[in-house]
């Protein structure tokens, strides 16, 4: 399954940054502004900022790190 939402990330990476690999693609999200919270941490959760915090890199392939059922956008 594809997330519209991180797809569009990584391809705003990809074309301001065409020569940098997808490892400095985390730190590219850092600086993003995504806020979320995860409803597997109970309802109580706090919201989190960036989704550098819910996928991870490896050998060339981007993966979420929790299900997108288990996160709720907040969208101002």
Do not use: W
């Not at 806020?35 to 109970?42: A, E, T, V």
């Not at 915090?53 to 060339?60: F, Q, R």
């Amino acid at each position: 399954m594809l997330f519209p939402k991180l797809f569009r990330r990584l391809a705003d990476h990809l074309r301001f940054a065409p020569d940098s690999s997808l490892d400095c693609f985390p730190s590219y999200l850092f600086g993003g502004a995504d806020r979320f919270r995860i409803l597997s941490q109970g309802p109580t959760a706090r919201t989190i900022t960036g989704l550098h915090h819910v996928i991870e890199v490896n050998a060339g392939t981007v993966r979420m790190t929790h299900p997108i059922e288990d996160l709720v956008f907040a969208e101002e």
